[in-house]
């Protein structure tokens, strides 16, 4: 199953939404993600977050949508409020769709401290998510059952 994470940017939350599913998630998942309008570069505090929460950076990077256009998604999920009113390609053809809004840390105005505390958090929201996701019985649930599920986690 490959479950795209989808932000505006493409350099803070997507980015830890990948990193922290495929940390979790055993063989047959992968998680990968893109943005509408991507900044092609990864923000380096999420980088940095990534990394003292001992979770692989290896091979992330800002890219948009197009880049899956020959490979979609089975599932594609947003995570910012902007990227949420946007319409997925529409070569992600039956991609279930789901948003899991998360704030940006990035705009935290504050100490040092208190900005790697706000990116901390959304990498545990993120943690939350990603393990209710891969605990679901994906063999005995429905399609709609999943959309259900898939919104239901999206408020946690």
């Known amino acids: 199953m490959r479950v795209l994470f989808m932000c505006t940017a493409n350099s803070c939350r997507s980015i830890l939404s990948e990193a922290m599913f495929n940390h979790l998630a055993p063989d047959g998942f992968e998680a990968v993600s893109s943005g509408s309008f991507p900044k092609g570069q990864v923000l380096p505090r999420s980088l940095t977050t990534l990394q003292q929460a001992g979770i692989s950076t290896e091979g992330l990077s800002s890219k948009g949508n197009d880049a899956f256009e020959g490979n979609p998604p089975d599932i594609a999920i947003t995570v910012c409020d902007k990227a949420a009113g946007e319409a997925c390609p529409v070569y992600f053809g039956s991609a279930l769709k789901a948003h899991w809004g998360l704030a ?10 208190e900005v790697d505390a706000a990116f ?3 990498l545990t929201r993120i943690e939350k998510r990603c393990r209710a996701f891969l605990a679901l019985p994906f063999e005995q649930l429905s399609r709609d059952e999943l959309q259900r599920e ?7």
């Open 104 to 113: 940006d840390p990035s705009d935290v105005q504050g100490t040092d401290s």
């Open 120 to 122: 901390r958090s959304i």
């Open 150 to 156: 898939l919104d239901r986690i999206g408020t946690i």
